[in-house]
């Protein structure tokens, strides 16, 4: 996992450089607690890629000995590997 998200943000960096312009702030999210229930109907939540992008900072700059709330701190990383996604797609239209 580490080696394929290494990979991908090296490909990223040299095809949009070594700072992004993620032009998209909000998007739809459907909140994690309800991806898997596939027998009920989500209801979406508004996501922020810059809060997501906060959030990771603000995880890098605490001490790697507190406690790390995976959950929360994959599903901010998540959001911004989406905003690189579709930032990816909108370059190829």
């Not at 994959?74 to 930032?87: E, N, P, S």
């Amino acid at each position: 996992m580490r080696s394929a998200i290494t990979r991908l943000l090296d490909a990223a960096e040299a095809r949009f450089g070594a700072e992004l312009e993620l032009p998209e702030d909000f998007y739809w999210n459907v909140p994690l607690v309800d991806a898997t229930q596939i027998y009920d109907d989500p209801q979406n939540d508004m996501g922020s890629v810059a809060d997501d992008i906060e959030s990771v900072r603000e995880f890098l700059a605490r001490d790697a000995s507190e406690y790390v709330s995976i959950w929360h701190e994959a599903d901010h990383l998540a959001g911004v590997l989406r905003a690189i996604a579709r930032l990816d797609l909108a370059s190829r239209k």
